[in-house]
């Protein structure tokens, strides 16, 4: 049986253009981008230029472009750097958050920061009201996800922009910063129009490279090294530059500047009508502020996970939440937050990619079917 892989939100295949831009850099052009002999000049040549089409992408200086090995230092970086150079001071930041920002907000309340974690509404939104009801004097950072990788919410940026910029004209801070890791593909990423002063994204999400991403910080910031011991990335992230990798997040980039995702939006639509024809099927998260290729929905009385083994049995490759947590048998924090935690143990991710196809969906769909059907009657519950 044909593989069907619909976990787009965890990590996407590398895009043939992205590999074939790559590698001469693996053994041709291997040289370090340190060296100023001629073969380190190129390779130096090859991060500048991919720098600057990053920052176009951005709209913003090639020198807020910060390489790091993912979306997870990025974040780091950002919220830890920041934070490293206070002793003290308020956070804002959200229960839905992404584990690289959650958990680096929970590492800052142990060294005596305090931290405000915002709960959605139903649909998974963090108004700009309750950034502005939550803001403090001490406040030193705000860290909102741009889009979210579970739900596919997306988050009201500009609007959350605007009332942290009308406090700081009384205020030096807060600063604000956006995980966009999941927004990259689909949304508007001029950092002058979201208004952020920091944003992370990574090359695993846009069919490019793992373990490549990048962190924006304007120019005017100043940031903690979290890795020391060379002046690499102006000093702000030491170790020899990942050459091959910065050039595939540079063109896969490239590629996705005119990429519409038409193909996405039309499937997901299509799944979701179909999915909520099913009974105890509930879609979770906003039905509007969406992304185009989410799908997340719980199944009344059964376990996300078992269905999850069941249908990878079956050759087809879904998710229950976050890939860098899909390990911890916690329910989701994010389904938790919106809809309770028995829907978030019943909880599955659907992701849609740039080659998916109608008949992979009704698949899924035949197969997801039986499965409930199957596991309904094995269960007391679903037979009562």
């Known amino acids: 049986m044909k593989h069907i892989y619909l976990d787009y939100a965890s990590t996407t295949p590398m895009d043939s253009r992205v590999l074939k831009a790559m590698l001469p850099f693996f053994s041709g052009n291997f040289e370090n981008p340190s060296s100023i002999y001629s073969g380190g000049i190129e390779a130096k040549e090859a991060i500048d230029f991919s720098r600057a089409k990053i920052a176009k992408f951005l709209t913003c200086s090639p020198d807020e472009i910060i390489f790091t090995s993912g979306g997870t230092e990025s974040d780091n970086l950002a919220i830890i750097g920041i934070l490293k150079k206070f002793k003290k001071g308020h956070v804002i930041s959200s229960i839905i958050e992404h584990p690289a920002v959650y958990e680096a907000c929970k590492r800052l309340e142990t060294e005596g920061f305090k931290v405000t974690y ?41 609007e959350i922009s605007k009332v942290i910029c009308k406090w700081k004209m009384e205020n030096k801070y807060p600063l604000f910063h956006t995980d966009a890791c999941q927004a990259t593909l689909y949304l508007p990423m001029d950092v002058k129009e979201l208004g952020v002063d920091l944003l992370s994204f990574n090359g695993s999400k846009i069919y490019g490279p793992k373990g490549i991403g990048v962190l924006f910080k304007k120019s005017n910031i100043e940031i903690e090294p979290q890795i020391v011991g060379g002046q690499q990335e102006n000093g702000y992230r030491a170790g020899t530059e ?21 193909n996405e ?19 979770n998260g906003s039905t509007k502020r969406r992304l185009p290729n989410n799908v997340n929905f719980s199944i009344k009385g059964i376990e996300g996970e078992s269905v999850l083994l069941d249908l990878n049995h079956q050759f087809v490759a879904v998710s229950t939440g976050s890939a860098c947590s899909s ?7 994010v389904i938790t937050a919106i809809s309770g935690e028995v829907a978030a143990h019943g909880s599955i991710r659907v992701t849609i990619g740039r080659s998916t196809q109608k008949s992979e969906i009704d698949i899924f769909l035949k197969v997801l079917k039986k499965t409930i059907n199957r596991f309904r009657q094995m269960s007391p519950y679903g037979r009562s």
Do not use: C, F, H
């Open 327 to 333: 390990r911890d048998l916690k329910p989701s924090r």
């Open 118 to 158: 915002l709960k959605p509404d139903k649909d998974g939104i963090i108004s700009a009201n309750q950034i502005k009801r939550a803001l403090r004097k001490d406040t030193i950072l705000v860290s909102i996800m741009y889009a979210n990788n579970e739900i596919g919410t997306i988050q009201p940026i500009k």
């Open 242 to 262: 990942n050459v091959p990798s910065i050039v595939g997040l540079a063109k896969a980039v490239e590629i996705i500047s005119t990429k519409k995702a038409q």
């Open 265 to 283: 939006k039309l499937l997901r639509d299509y799944l979701i009508s179909k999915l909520i024809k099913i009974e105890g099927i509930t879609i």
